[in-house]
Each structure stands twice: as structure tokens, then as C-alpha cells.
């Protein structure tokens, strides 16, 4: 089992960044990619971005290239999310997930309880 729990969200103004954390515990974090899901109220969860057990591949949603940033620490189980130029529309509940690296999330087995990220115009 791997257990993950984010935090960082909060609320932030358009144009604000935030930084999003997933600390992980139990099973061995760095044999897992890592990806970012999000949710915003009434639609499906989608794919926000993932990167490889190794770090050596990234991989991003085309509505957040260029503004978003993953990046993870196998010394310290963490992965982390940086968001700039945030929008109202990236308002979600955002997850991190372990798993296969891939922006399909049922190729992710474990995931944590979601963060809130509310972007205000």
C-alpha cells in the first residue's frame, strides 16, 4: 500500500501561483510514476500531468503546458505540483495519484484525498 496526501491548495487570485505537495509513506514510493488529477464540481476528473518513477519523463495536459511544473523527490517521497497563471478555470480539487506512468487514471492504484484549488477572477 502507499498512502498519499496532498496539500497546498488554497485560494489564489488569476494570474497567482500556487504550489501543490503529495507526500507519500508505505510501499516504495520511488518504484511509482506520480500523477496530478483534477476535478471541478459537475465534471470528470482529468488528466493535469505525470511524471516517471525516474523523473526523466513529464508529461502535461495541453490546458496547463507552459504554466504548470511537476517535479518529485524519491529521498523525501514527495511530488510536487507548481502552478502559475492560474485561471478560474483550473478551480478544482486536485489529486495525486501513484500508479503506471500514463494520463489515463485507471493505470493509477493509489490515490490520496484531493486538495481544493479555487482560482478567483
Known amino acids: 500500500q502507499v498512502q498519499l496526501v496532498e496539500s497546498g491548495g488554497g485560494l489564489v487570485q488569476a494570474g497567482g501561483s500556487l504550489r501543490l505537495s503529495c507526500a507519500g509513506s508505505?510501499?516504495?514510493?520511488?518504484?511509482?510514476?506520480m500523477g496530478w488529477f483534477r476535478q471541478a464540481p459537475g465534471k470528470e476528473r482529468e488528466f493535469v500531468s505525470a511524471?516517471?518513477?525516474?523523473?526523466?519523463?513529464?508529461n502535461y495536459a495541453d490546458s496547463v503546458k507552459g504554466r504548470f511544473t511537476i517535479s518529485r523527490s524519491n529521498s523525501k517521497n514527495t511530488v510536487d505540483l507548481l502552478m502559475s497563471s492560474l485561471k478560474p478555470e483550473d478551480t478544482a480539487v486536485y489529486y495525486c495519484?501513484?500508479?503506471?506512468?500514463?494520463?489515463?487514471?485507471?493505470?493509477?492504484?493509489?490515490w490520496g484525498q484531493g486538495t481544493q484549488v479555487t482560482v478567483s477572477s
Open positions: 508505505g510501499r516504495t514510493f520511488r518504484g511509482y510514476a
Open positions: 511524471i516517471s518513477w525516474s523523473g526523466g519523463n513529464k
Open positions: 495519484a501513484a500508479g503506471s506512468y500514463s494520463d489515463y487514471d485507471a493505470e493509477y492504484q493509489y
